[in-house]
């Protein structure tokens, strides 16, 4: 061996668990190498299900049917997450076309642009920014002025909900983060620690449409130690609506956590203030005759879209807007459950004068 040879590393034996299938997000050793498992990939698909460290694109031909991607246009993908939009957006934009895609997630934007950038797409068709979609106005110099079609894919990814380092879900024990972007603002377990009872019940009704909001607010705010993991918070939100509720089935409970889950990372990241200002961008952002198309996920994000893309038509400044939500078939919400409350709304950009 001579001194430019590189020591030969250690034989490293995979995480083994108890019983016949593995159980926690870091064991699914075979769900996380989907390049080296394709055939257990396809098994777990099949069986409606979605592989640990992935994420499954819903109403993909609903979305290309409304954005229409034409070689030579130029399209933005405000929500770029796993890349599976993109990875159908591409080829239709050859050649002579480019797609705008931003995301905030630091952890995951790397492993997505490098599994894109491996089928083949450079920097030329391709250009990728880390970055909130509230900010599509700075991109309109780069992009030639204006964009064919726009797509905004809103919510948390499913390679975000798996993993409890990420804190996303009550299902797993982790820190209480919930931050898309780990690196920016303050973890859902900070934010507990000052928010008063009245706020946090206020926020909980108006982000999530939780109807037992007093009582998981009164619930988290009477502990004397602010939960630190996501284990404690949905133990003390569980204990707190069972002991004034005392028959209140598990599957509303269930419900309550996931409400109350999604309303904190709603709050920590600024969702909605970033989507007003995103929705509020989009007209002055597409090319007249240019696509819009976003899919929301809970009452929240729908109604202010709805409202956007209607003060946006009778403004004049889309022709036609979506009269009612595209909803994903029977066949996609049964092979895919986590599609089930998909609205996709899209709008038209007229040809009016800015």
């Not at 989009?282 to 090319?287: G, Q, S, T």
């Not at 899919?295 to 202010?304: A, C």
Request: net charge positive; with cysteine.
């Amino acid at each position: 061996m001579t001194e430019d040879t590189p020591a030969p590393q250690p034989h490293k034996r995979r995480v083994r668990y108890a019983g016949k299938h593995p159980r926690r997000f870091d064991q699914k050793y075979k769900e996380l190498d989907p390049a080296k498992y394709a055939d257990q990939i396809e098994h777990i698909l099949a069986k409606g299900l979605t592989p640990a460290g992935t994420h499954r694109p819903i109403c993909v031909e609903e979305i290309l049917g409304i954005l229409d991607p034409k070689p030579g246009e130029t399209c933005f993908d405000a929500t770029l997450g796993y890349g599976g939009h993109a990875q159908n957006l591409l080829p239709r934009l050859r050649p002579g076309g480019r797609l705008f895609a931003v995301d905030v997630d630091a952890t995951e934007l790397p492993k997505t642009e490098a599994r894109l950038r491996a089928l083949g797409y450079g920097p030329a068709e391709l250009v990728i920014r880390k970055m909130n979609f509230a900010g599509i106005l700075g991109l309109l110099g780069e992009a030639g002025g204006g964009f064919d079609g726009v797509l905004a894919d809103l919510g948390v990814s499913s390679m975000q909900l798996d993993n409890p380092e990420r804190g996303f879900t009550y299902k797993a024990d982790g820190p209480l983060d919930l931050r898309l972007n780990p690196g920016r603002g303050q973890p859902a377990s900070e934010f507990l620690k000052t928010v008063s009872r009245e706020k946090l019940a206020a926020l909980l009704e108006e982000n999530a449409d939780e109807t037992h909001s007093r009582d998981v607010a009164a619930a988290i705010k009477d502990q004397p130690v602010p939960p630190a993991t996501t284990a404690e918070l949905a133990g003390i939100v569980r204990a707190g609506l069972k002991a004034l509720h005392p028959k209140m089935s598990e599957e509303i409970v269930r419900k309550c956590l996931q409400r109350v889950f999604m309303a904190l990372r709603i709050e920590v990241n600024d969702e909605f203030s970033a989507l007003d200002r995103f929705l509020e961008a989009l007209p002055w952002c597409l090319r007249p005759g240019g696509r819009a198309a976003i899919l929301s996920f809970h009452s929240g994000e729908d109604r202010r879209v709805k409202k956007a893309f209607a003060r946006g038509e009778a403004e004049g400044l889309y022709s036609q807007v979506a009269p009612t939500p595209v909803r994903p078939t029977p066949a996609e919400r049964r092979s895919n459950p986590r599609s089930a409350c998909a609205k996709l709304r899209w709008a038209v950009r007229s040809d009016k004068k800015l």
